[in-house]
């Protein structure tokens, strides 16, 4: 199937969906939880593997002995420790469980990167990810359907502009992922909330009135009985969405909408795992008070064919 072939289907199905919703529209970024385990140390150490390695990475160290298990999670303190002081701070050890729960957007910008990054010069620039992704493409647009790819490119060059801090149009591959996933990086807040706006504002007049916000969720498409679901939602738009009560959503109160403070589940989980393993209580971990408390990070079920199992180029 050629590029164009591809995007004209990713079209239809946009225009399908978008007029057709058939469940509820969910535009709010949340954190996904660190795991879906009980918290309960006094039962196991389940939710604790699960938040420090990630739910993969997790089933494979189930399967490692006691040695083995100590032996990967030497290796991955020494990946914790940013600074290479010989310790692990709070911090740290936050930065250490997002990176462990968002792996799978690293894995996405790996896939990414390779298709990208033409010329192997380590950057992947504009002009290469506008060749790459629209090709021959550019000159055509299809009224029909109001799907025009012009637009898409402009709003895409508008993005990545926003996501290369220094401004020369060559993406490193933290500018890539600020570009590919804008949600997880504070300085792309802004064009989250801008390209949510273009979206729902279908007036354009730069805010999302209560019709524009429940049209982007619902249709009713000759049907005049509202789901429940739909009044409620009209009633968080009038009571908590429209805080100046002025009929309508700016920015401000968008961002607050998607972009909601949620509790920092990985901060208070670095906590806990410091205030459990630091034995001489000096506010942060030694690789030895780490390993020292393996089972607590990573645990072992002491298999007999632990010594069978592949290894990861990774540890």
């Known amino acids: 199937m050629d590029l164009r072939l591809l995007l004209l289907c990713v079209a239809i199905c946009v225009a399908h969906t978008s007029t057709k919703p058939m469940e509820k529209k969910d535009r709010v970024h949340h ?8 918290h309960d ?39 914790i420790d940013e600074d290479h002081d010989g310790f692990v701070t709070v911090d740290e050890m936050k930065n250490w469980i997002k990176h462990a729960q968002k792996r799978w957007i690293y894995e996405d910008v790996d896939r ?15 002009e290469e990810y506008k060749n790459a992704t629209y090709g021959y493409v550019l000159d055509e647009s299809d009224p029909e359907d109001g799907f025009n790819y012009k637009q898409m490119m402009s709003r895409d060059e508008r993005r990545f502009k926003i996501a290369d801090k220094d401004g020369d149009m060559r993406a490193n591959r933290e500018e890539f992922t600020a570009f590919l996933h804008p949600e997880e990086y504070g ?36 049907d005049s009985t509202e789901p429940e679901w739909v009044r ?17 959503m700016d920015k401000e109160e968008t961002k607050d909408w998607i972009l909601p403070s949620d509790y920092d589940h990985a901060e208070a989980e670095a906590k806990h795992l410091l205030y459990e393993s630091d034995t001489d209580k000096d506010g942060r971990l030694t690789k030895q008070e780490i390993v020292d408390k393996y089972d607590l990070f990573v645990g072992s079920q002491a298999t007999d064919f632990g010594e069978a199992l592949v290894r990861h180029d990774e540890f």
């Not at 409620?232 to 309508?248: A, H, L, M, P, V």
């Open 31 to 38: 954190d996904a939880p660190l795991s879906d385990k009980e």
């Open 41 to 79: 140390d006094e039962e196991n150490f389940e939710y604790d593997h699960e938040a420090f390695l990630g739910q993969e990475e997790a089933k494979t160290f189930d399967q490692l002995t006691p040695e083995e298990s100590k032996e990967r999670l030497g290796k991955i303190v020494e990946r």
């Open 232 to 248: 409620t939602e009209r009633e968080q738009f009038t009571e908590f969405r429209d805080k100046n009560k002025d009929g309508r």
């Open 112 to 126: 990414q990167w390779q298709a990208h990054d033409l010329d192997s010069d380590g950057h992947v620039s504009w």
């Open 187 to 222: 300085y792309m807040q802004d064009i989250v909330v801008l390209e949510t706006m273009e979206d729902i504002d279908k007036n354009g007049d730069g805010f999302i009135d209560l019709e524009e916000y429940i049209g982007d969720m619902y249709s009713q498409d000759g």
